[in-house]
């Protein structure tokens, strides 16, 4: 009897233990899920650092426009981002697909890549569906250029890209970074080029633009 009894009360002990690792597991997936969904919410959008621009002059009026693409894709986030300068809208200067995942670290990774004739896409974020005459396999990967990103304690994602291997040749460069923090209303960019010697050739010098959300 009193074995029975030990029997019962270990094997009750064993389940709770189980119920709790499933319930526990259940829950960090379910916060990572949650976590996935308010970055890429974070990252749509249009955004304009018009602000800065009128506070600091070293930094110019830039709109950037992100838009989700490949919407029946529904194993990947895919986004069409487009920047131009306020004074030339319609010929943008960067124009870029990302694709967002988990990084499998409780973070997050967004791969950057190109387009096929750039100049053929410009001003399609207003019509994303034009994208479906495209398919992932015509982008060309940004070897080194993808940004990591981790949540913050204030809700906020954070990150940047890794080492030297993100190819440049602008200005002289021989690689760029990118240091990138998002939040619900906000985006803030750092990108800048370097040559052989470490030395900077572009990009802003003071801190990242500030692109406030329309």
């Not at 967002?100 to 001003?123: H, R």
């Not at 998002?182 to 960019?189: A, F, M, P, Q, V």
């Amino acid at each position: 009897m009193m074995l029975n009894r030990l029997g019962s009360i270990l094997w009750l002990a064993i389940l709770t233990s189980l119920l709790w690792q499933c319930s526990t597991i259940g829950s960090v997936k379910t916060t990572a899920e949650q976590d996935f969904r308010h970055l890429v919410s974070f990252m749509v959008g249009d955004f304009s650092s018009q602000a800065q621009s009128q506070q600091d002059s070293d930094f110019y009026d830039i709109r950037l426009h992100i838009r989700p693409i490949w919407k029946h894709d529904k194993a990947n986030h895919w986004l069409y981002v487009e920047q131009a300068t306020a004074a030339a809208e319609s010929k943008p200067y960067r124009q870029r697909v990302y694709k967002v995942e988990n990084d499998g670290k409780d973070g997050f990774k967004s791969i950057v890549y190109t387009l096929p004739e750039p100049a053929n896409w410009a001003g399609k974020f207003k019509t994303p569906e034009a994208f479906d005459r495209l398919k992932p396999t015509d982008l060309n990967l940004r070897e080194g250029c993808t940004v990591f990103l981790k949540k913050q304690k204030d809700g906020s994602f954070a990150g940047a890209t890794q080492g030297i291997g993100c190819e440049s040749t602008l200005r002289g460069a021989n690689y760029a970074s990118s240091k990138v923090t998002i939040t619900k209303t906000e985006l803030r960019s750092w990108d800048q080029g370097f040559n052989e010697k470490g030395e900077q050739v572009w990009g802003a010098t003071k801190g990242g633009y500030e692109f406030v959300k329309n």
